[in-house]
């Protein structure tokens, strides 16, 4: 079993609709939860990170960490073309460095 | 943040070659990170480069196939040796933004192996 487990989609929607992307972990250690965009032939962005459970919010963007489920979720309000890329969800442990763990990524087409 | 400078964005090479993939990056950090990007696979890290120290690699990456240099706090050098077809796939430099989850990468190297 794969540490992260994520959708690679693709996920196909209409221009304004609401996504919602999620990836599920297993590792009990994992304390800051990341999302990663990555446009075609670019390296990954940092779009939102979390720490611990809870939400946080950044305009059209919102990340949601549920600890008890092992679960995390990506949403996108309002999704626009622009939003087309891969998501890749990362996670990674406290305390020093530690290694940050990546999903395999969900393809997103954001249709006019 | 941290602009990278990746280069080459692209190379097609034949087997038993080697390629040396260069990053710069715009200011001083202490940790650089060597990825590969695999189609269907998530981000597998490669290696570890500080600067005055052996690279420290991972789980099935060795530095007679992958050597690091890290000459400087600014530039890394990742080479793939001995290509083979396997070693298609998209290399990537990252840095970390003063803490480990905040990665900034390069635009990456597409390796295609013939």
């Known amino acids: 079993q794969k540490e992260v487990e994520q959708d690679p989609g693709p996920l196909s929607v209409p221009e304004g609709a609401i996504v919602s992307l999620n990836c599920t972990y297993s590792?009990?250690?994992?304390?800051?939860f990341m999302w990663y965009r990555q446009y075609s032939r670019k390296g990954p962005e940092l779009l939102m990170y979390?720490?611990?459970?809870g939400n946080k919010e950044d305009g059209r963007f919102t990340a949601q960490v549920d600890k008890s489920s092992k679960y995390i979720s990506l949403f996108i309000r309002d999704s626009q073309p622009s939003d087309s890329a891969t998501y890749l969800c990362?996670?990674?442990?406290?305390?020093?460095?530690?290694?940050?763990?990546f999903g395999t990524g969900t393809k997103l087409q954001v249709i006019p | 943040s941290a602009v990278i400078s990746q280069k080459p964005s692209r190379d097609i090479c034949q087997r038993g070659t080697s390629l040396t993939i260069q990053c710069q990056v715009d200011?001083?950090?202490?940790?650089m990170f060597w990825y590969r990007q695999q189609p269907g696979q998530s981000l597998t890290l490669i290696a570890t480069?500080?600067?005055?120290?052996?690279?420290?690699?991972e789980s099935g990456f060795v530095i007679d196939k992958f050597p690091i240099s890290r000459p400087n706090l600014t530039f890394s050098t990742l080479t793939v040796s001995n290509m083979s077809p396997e070693d298609s796939s998209i290399y990537l430099c990252?840095?970390?933004?003063?803490?480990?989850?905040?990665?900034?990468f390069g635009s990456g190297t597409q390796l295609s192996v013939l």
């Open positions: 990252s840095v970390d933004g003063g803490t480990n989850e905040k990665l900034f």
């Open positions: 979390t720490y611990s459970s």
């Open positions: 590792n009990s250690a994992f304390q800051y």
């Open positions: 200011s001083q950090v202490t940790m």
């Open positions: 990362a996670m990674s442990g406290s305390g020093g460095y530690q290694k940050v763990t």
């Open positions: 480069a500080n600067q005055g120290s052996e690279a420290t690699y």
